[in-house]
Every structure is written in structure tokens, then in C-alpha cells.
């Protein structure tokens, strides 16, 4: 079976809107346990298990484990096919600011 890109890896795990939900607490936080993210979320233990395994996987989060508890950090290096992948549009909004910068000098001098 194929793995896929870097990329495709990233955006199809935040995809969910669960999982994002999770992530975005998760890099919120310096660390945080599964019980903490569970509390409050309106989802089961059991299925933050499976989101976390799925963020560890696309590379986005890191685990450290004490004792019988398990905490997680986000993984910055984990974004970069991210960040790389939408740098490639950088120039392209660049050009459409410069270009409104333009009509609304021209609109109202």
C-alpha cells in the first residue's frame, strides 16, 4: 500500500472537525492529558484515543508518558507540509493585496 504524501497526510487528519477541535486544544496547551481533553468535549474517551493516534501518525502531536497518564504536546515540525504547501501561494496574495492597495489609493486618493 502507498503512504501518502507529507501533505495529504496533514490535511486529511484535520480534515475532521473533531480531531481539529482536539488539536487546536491540544497546541492551546503546554500538555495535556486524555482525560483533560475529554472532559467538556462531548466525546468519548475511546474516540479521543482514536483521534490522538491518528494526530500522532499525520505527525502533529508528540506523547510523554508518566505512570498511568499520558500527556500531549503539539509537534510544530508537524505543520510544516503544511506551512510549505500554502507558501507556494504567498507571491499569488501578495500580488492581490498590492493590486486592492492600488484601487483603494485610486478610489479614495
Do not use: C
Request: proline share 6%.
Amino acid at each position: 500500500m502507498m503512504q501518502p504524501s507529507p501533505i495529504d497526510a496533514v490535511m486529511r487528519t484535520l480534515a475532521d472537525p473533531t480531531r481539529r477541535a482536539v488539536f487546536e486544544r491540544i497546541a492551546r496547551s503546554d500538555e495535556i492529558s486524555v482525560a483533560d481533553l475529554t472532559r467538556g468535549s462531548g466525546v468519548t474517551q475511546s474516540a479521543i484515543s482514536q483521534h490522538l493516534r491518528s494526530l500522532k501518525q499525520a505527525g502533529l502531536i508528540i506523547d510523554r508518558a508518566q505512570g498511568r497518564n499520558v500527556f500531549y504536546r503539539s509537534e510544530p515540525k508537524g505543520l510544516a507540509p503544511l506551512f510549505d504547501w500554502m507558501s507556494h501561494y504567498d507571491v499569488f496574495w501578495r500580488e492581490r493585496f498590492a493590486d486592492l492597495r492600488t484601487l483603494l489609493k485610486e478610489i479614495d486618493p
